[in-house]
Each structure stands twice: as C-alpha cells, then as structure tokens.
C-alpha cells in the first residue's frame, strides 16, 4: 500500500510569511507524528496525534508553531510569521495503532526561509 | 529524556568492507530502532530490534538492552549503502510514544 506522503517536497518563504505542511499517514494510521531535522542533526520530536486528539505538543518550539488533525487522517503543521531557524526538514510518521513497534516516515518537507 | 549516542560521527570505507556502527543509550528505552536515510532524505526502517540479534541480508544488528546499547553491522558494504544511519528509541516512561534520535553515523562507500 502507499506510505507516508508529505506536501510540498520543497518550501521556500521569506521571512515573516506563514506556511502549511500536509501530511497524508498511511491509511489507518491512528499515530501521527512530526518531526523537525536540522541540516546534519537527527530528528527531534515536535508533536503527536493519536486519531484527532493531540496528545503531547512538547516539542514544539513556539506559540508559531501549530498543528491538526481534525478528521483524524491528513495533519497539517502550520507555522507562523516564519524565521531563518525554522529552516529545517520536517517529518512526518505514522504508525498503526499507539506504542506501535515502528513508526513509518514521509519523505519530508524541505523548508528553507530567507 | 533519554540520550542517544552515536559511534563513529562519520565512517568512510571502500567497497567491500564491513562496518560496526554503536549506539548507547543513557537509559532503558523501548521500542528500539535503526533507520537508514537515503541521500533524498527518505528515512527507511532497517530494524525494530529491542532486545537479541537479527539479520536481514548483509545487514544485522544486536542489542544488549541490560548495558543499553545496539549494533548495527554491514559486511560487504555496496556504494549504495552509503547515507545517515540513525538509531532511535522511545523511552520508557508512561505513556511517551515520541522517538528519540542519534546524531547519526555519516557512511560514505568509495567504489
């Protein structure tokens, strides 16, 4: 079946601009998560959904930051008034039910602010 | 929350040859894995192992749980494995789900 599958691929804002990150789990995926990679570091945890509720939002760096799940599918990560060092890659995963043996990634979202 | 650490930073070896690479833990965690991301940047799961050895092709790994740490070895190494090798785990404290990354382990396979 299809994998995890992140829009856009690639992302360029000028500073100041809001940006929407989609994500689409695999198909009955209740867990979804995002990440944040930073060029040469492993990815570092932002925020998790289990169906629609978001259950821990402790990763995410700041009140510009947010997320959703409304239909308990696609997530959205939106970020707001976007700054040089939110340039990074941001990742989605999905897993069939929670605490799930493994967490299956998209191919990410590049975003790269000027 | 927990550290992951990675060894070495940064490998780079000639076809053919066989690597080790370590990760350590500074404390329990579950639901162990290895990740290899690709030069696109795709991350694709080589292991869910959080405890014992497996094998998947030229690719194992092992993991001492009691001393917190794995292995992941590749023999015979092909251009193609060349990429980022992460491990990660989730730690054990209720109700986290979130994983917790390495650094990495930077692989560069020369033909």
């Known amino acids: 079946g299809a994998g995890v599958s992140q829009s856009p691929r690639y992302k360029v804002a000028k500073r100041g601009q809001d940006v929407a990150l989609r994500c689409d789990p695999i198909?009955?995926?209740?867990?979804l998560f995002w990440y944040q990679q930073a060029l040469g570091q492993g990815p570092e945890f932002l925020t998790y959904?289990?169906?629609?509720?978001?259950?821990?939002k402790s990763g995410l760096p700041s009140d510009r930051f947010f997320a959703e799940r409304p239909e308990g599918s696609v997530s959205t990560l939106k970020i707001q008034r976007t700054q040089q060092e939110d340039s990074a890659v941001y990742l989605c995963?999905?897993?069939?039910?929670?605490?799930?043996?493994?967490?299956?990634f998209g191919p990410g979202t590049r975003l790269l602010v000027l | 929350g927990i550290q992951v650490e990675q060894s070495p930073p940064d490998l780079i070896l000639q076809e053919g040859a066989n690597s080790t690479l370590r990760c350590n833990f500074s404390?329990?965690?579950?639901?162990l894995q290895w990740f290899h991301q690709n030069p696109w940047g795709q991350l694709i799961n080589l292991f869910y192992?959080?405890?014992g050895t497996k094998q998947n092709g030229r690719l194992s790994a092992t993991t001492v749980a009691t001393e917190r740490y794995s292995l992941l070895y590749i023999s015979s190494s092909q251009t193609t494995d060349s990429g980022v090798y992460f491990c990660?785990?989730?730690?054990?404290?209720?109700?986290?789900?979130?994983?917790?990354f390495g650094t990495g382990t930077r692989l560069t396979i020369i033909p």
């Open positions: 995963a999905s897993s069939l039910v929670p605490a799930a043996r493994t967490q299956y």
């Open positions: 198909s009955g995926h209740v867990s």
């Open positions: 959904f289990q169906n629609e509720a978001q259950l821990d």
């Open positions: 404390d329990s965690v579950n639901n």
């Open positions: 192992i959080p405890s």
């Open positions: 990660a785990g989730v730690g054990s404290n209720f109700g986290n789900e979130k994983l917790t």
